[in-house]
């Protein structure tokens, strides 16, 4: 069955081509396109193109098949091109003509419009609170840890103090802003296209307000053809939310292959968490954050890869915009998953308190003592000349103290003013 069926079947080379993964990937639309139909025919039925009872039994009809999918029951039969010919098939053999009535007013171009834009919202939805339970833990890691003291580098050099309390709560703070990103690009999703049809909308005097509310979109997304530009315009901002969120995520598994290294030694983890060589005997690798890495800067291609096969289209429905599954449906699964593992592994990352009793450490407090002595009145210039002739010369001897004070320093973390901000964000409706 096709909803644009007129008597003919295609080559049946062009139309294995042509349908691709869709079968398999509108498998996760199938929850969101019973959602819009039962929204879409409680307004044919205002707008007088259904009658009460054949509402009755649509909805009712379209409840057994949610619950099918919900039960893991419902498929997309062999010969059946997508998702929304499954369901309007499902229907048409349960209540005969009455089943054929629920496309009216409506394109398969709308109709997968708002099954995406469902399936975005609830996906994004799940990103944020899976990247805020990863907040939570590096907010937690960095209270407990704020007193411990650890190297700062700059051009990979020893540089300054730094602190597990300011390593964590940085990260913190960046996926913060990284939920920014993601908020927005739930806004974009959160607009209602339904009503559009093909892109230049329709007759019938569709209520799409109505529509909106009982999807409860945010608004409508107002004009009919830019709805359909809208397809790819939100793959896109899903696909930034991605990257930002990924690259968070695969600077700190840096951070951490790195500082599990013998040359570091700042972090370790549980033996259970690593794994080992098939020739050296005494390995124990990261590999978690390793493969976490490589997934999360793969990820961060997705915005190359909608961007390409979106930039040089006209204006109307391309089926070149049907790959975009393709690229953001396991992207989504992949951000999941990392974020998922990262939040279960991260209390079982042991911090070494004792790092800075390392020699090699030393310089590290140079600055420290310049600022001390420009505390007690020397101009800073003649401080630092003293302080690098000392170097210098070898005779420079650390006092192993810090006093910072200032907001987001080492002895002001600002982790609650960091919350409030991730929840200012996250809140916003």
Known sequence: MKLWDKGFEPDEIVERFTVGRDRELDMELARYDVQGTMAHIRMLETIGLLTPSELAALLAALEEI????????????????????????????????????????RSRNDQVLVDLKLFYRQRLSDIEEAAVRVFDELQRLSQQHKDVLMPGYTHMQVAMPSSFGLWFGAYAETLADDLRIVRAARDIANQNPLGSAAGYGSSFPLDRQMTTDLLAFASPHYNVVAAQMGRGKTERAVAYALNAVSSTVARFCMDVCLFMS????FVSLPDEFTTGSSIMPHKKNPDVFEVMRAKCNRLQSVVNEVSLLTSNLPLGYQRDLQLLKDITFPALNEMDDCLATLAFILPHLRVNTAILNDPRYDYLFTVEDVNRRVLRGEPFREAYRAVGMQVQRGEYRPQKEVHHTHMGSIGNLCNEEIKEKKNKITTKQ
């Open 66 to 105: 949610a619950s099918d999918i919900e039960a893991g029951r419902f498929e997309i039969e062999p010969g059946i091109e997508d998702v929304h010919s499954e369901v309007e098939k499902l229907l048409t053999e349960r209540l005969g003509s009455v089943g054929k009535k629920v496309h009216a007013g």
């Open 262 to 265: 013998q040359n570091f030694a």
